[in-house]
């Protein structure tokens, strides 16, 4: 007897299942993939019904649209678990600073860096706001990526954080990509509260956090089931430890899910705090120690990691992801997309730096791509791998070897995007 679905993708040479018992993959288990030879995925009403063998799932399911994927490589969509990509205007200016010998932190203190573009966000109209940013997110979508978190930070005020949740929430209404929200109302001191941060922590935690959280009641989002995450930018000439624990307490207290930016230039002891108050994820780690990453290791914590960052400010020292999956802790890896630090769209370019100067294997890159950025934005049960029951996101690759998704780098070798089981991005046809 064959059961009637929507879609089913047939002979694909290889499919990247990520599956596994639920939780996200740590230690050596980030090595396994699930692979399938000559696979097949059945999807119906936007999700997965199986995963397995072409000639028993063509035997079983009868679809209305088949794809064959001969020589082709099936794999779950990327997640991104750590963005800021929706804010106006560029820092192109500062880039060119650094190329002079300027570096992010002296830019930051001389006013510029995140505050730069908190004065362009701040005063762009939110369907401008809307239109620099999905135009972002299409390049992340052609580029493999199908869920993507994104982060407030660059409104540092009560109406234009509202208005960057906002733009975030109209996206994922507008576009095939999904967003996750987080609010980073404390992601720089705005120049308002430049002598008397305290008080912006302060307006933080009584005024910011309980609307944002008002707002997100009312969302799509909590409709959804999706979470509102909190967030803090923990670093020298950002919020110290004192400051970042009070905002992230307070936004535990709210029942919102904790992140935090912590070890990226300096290990303040962020990193500590943010285990302690149970983060969901850890961010950046460039400069943990082997103390840090046993700690993280004995957490719940995914440690997100983010080479772009230390490959645009053209650093040498990246975090030590091999280290932390040696230790056994759960590593995702991110673009971190914003006008700063990390004006990079591509998963498949971070899958490359990451192999080559964190010594992560592909497989490890891809899982940390897919399942662990999954769980790392409390979405895990729903996308980040192929099993029955997860959403149809998934995509065809140009390659029958997973290992060339990290291998090859600087183009795109994602040829079709699937998300929900309907097709969002096709590459075109050769020239005739
Ligand atoms: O994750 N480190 C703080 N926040 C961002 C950079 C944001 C910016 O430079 O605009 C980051 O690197
Ligand atoms: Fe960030």
Redesign the pocket.
Known sequence: MTTSIDLLLHSAAQIVTCDGPPGPKRGVAMRELGLIANGAVAVDQGRIVAVGPSDELRRSYQARHEIAAAGKLICPGFVDP?T?VV?AGD?VNEFEQRIAGAT?QEI?AAGG??VS?MHATRNAAADQLVRESRSRLDQMLMLGTTTVEAKT??GLELAAELRQLEAIAALDAAHPIDLVPTL?AA??IPPEFANHADDYVELVIAEILPAALEWYRASRFAAAGVPLFADV?C?RG?FDVVQSRRVLAAARELGLPLKA?VD?FTALGGLEMALELGAVSV??LDVSGPAGIAQVAQSDAIAVS?PT?TFNLGGTHYADARGLIDAGAAVALTT?I?????PCPSLPLVMAIACRYQRLLPAEALNAVTRNAAYAIGLGDRVGSLEAGKQADLLLVDTGDYRHLAYEFGGNPVETVIKRGAIVYARSGRHP
Do not use: Q
């Not at 914003?338 to 990390?342: E, I, R, W």
């Open positions: 750590h800021h804010y820092r992010y930051m860096g995140i573009s930070g660059y980073l992601h720089a930018f670093e950002a930016h990226e961010d950046h983010i960052v971190d914003n006008p700063g630090s990390a």
